[in-house]
């Protein structure tokens, strides 16, 4: 049995802290998601411009013969004046049936304004990034949209999105909303989604509504093409590079405003092994970006943007280091490798954290049509032993890339989720 029971008492006074703080915030971001959830069901978007600005549609494709075809045929369904719309497809350095596939559809329809931006090894090759800045590049639009290549967006998705921009000059991009097209597939696709919807309704809607603070997610969202000039296009060296371009917009002095009612579908991970892939480069990507731009947490200038700052780094590097050491601490107690003197409310603390974790993720199925019941509310009692638990494995998986990397000097590279 180890004699070093203060060290213990007060590693597990940190866990219990760090992780109470870090669910309050998420309660407060809550409130928040929910407050802009009753702003929206007072919204019409339907209304028309007088005038519609040029849009070019981004989708960066590699290797995606199973998906492209329904992906561009939902966006040449897009409900958006023809003539003020170009979709540019960038199959980048693909060695499938990609580039035939969109051939194809070009043929079938001479009247939409298709292009496809065709690279190699040489002129392509480098990751989303590098194929974003091949198709901003090549088009023409006033704004540029992008849709990842397993996307289907709605008919009214983009207008939506446009009509917010639209209407607040100080917004230099705007997001739409992400939903799991398969997420009936297996018990992994459904935590996905409970997952998804929880981290939008609350992170996403709660930080725009409370700090008017918002993250390019990847997908469904369109930017003001002059400010992507204005800053040189796409990180190439980052993974993440949706959040990358977020704090460049922020230091520019623009907003990133949060449309949940632009909707677009896409294709999750239905096996762990994808899953963990996806997540860890995920991680991995996010911790560049908040390294690359730690220096403004202490600059006046950007003070706007501190809060995200340590969001973000909490969830990285405070909750993750809690949340695994409460663990290790708990089992070995249980194992009387180890006591403690603080034990006594140890249950009692877990069962609340427990029991607001469910609280708050039933807040954000309730604002999701069809979401909100006994089944989906059993699935987050189950993922918070499930779930997050594989969750802290990806994140400690994705932060040790991120040090390899670095120390490596690894460039960045196309790390495609496997379509199913």
Known sequence: MSNGLGFVDYLFLYCMISIWVMLFVNIVLMIGGYLYYLKTL????????????TVSVLVPAHNEEVVIGQTVNALIALDYPRDKLEIIVINDNSSDRTGEILAEIQHKNPGVNLIVLTTDKITGGK????ALNNGYLR??????????????PERNALKYLVHTLSRDDKLGAVIGKFRTRNKTKNMLT????????????????GRWQLFNLCTIPGTNFIVRKKLIEEMGGWDTKAIAEDTEISFRLYRLGYK??????????EQEPETVKVWMKQRSRWVKGNVYVLVKNFKLMFSKEFRHVRFDLLYFSS?????????????????????NLITYNIAGNTVLLWILAYLVFVLEMAIALSMEKGESNAKNIGLVALMYFTYCQMWLIVA????WQYIKDSVLGLEAKWYKTERF
């Open 256 to 265: 990133i405003q949060y449309m949940p009612l632009s909707v677009t579908w």
């Open 190 to 205: 459904k935590f996905i989604n409970i997952e998804t919807l929880g981290f939008q309704w609350m992170v996403q809607a």
């Open 396 to 399: 400690l998986k994705g932060v």
């Open 127 to 130: 990751g989303k990034s590098g």
């Open 42 to 53: 007072k919204m019409n978007l339907d209304e028309p411009l007088q005038e519609y600005p």
């Open 139 to 152: 088009s023409t639009g006033e704004l540029l949209a992008v849709y990842d290549a397993d996307n289907t």
């Open 315 to 335: 969830v990285y590097f405070l909750f993750l280091s809690s949340a695994i050491i409460s663990d290790v601490i708990f089992i070995l107690g249980a194992c």
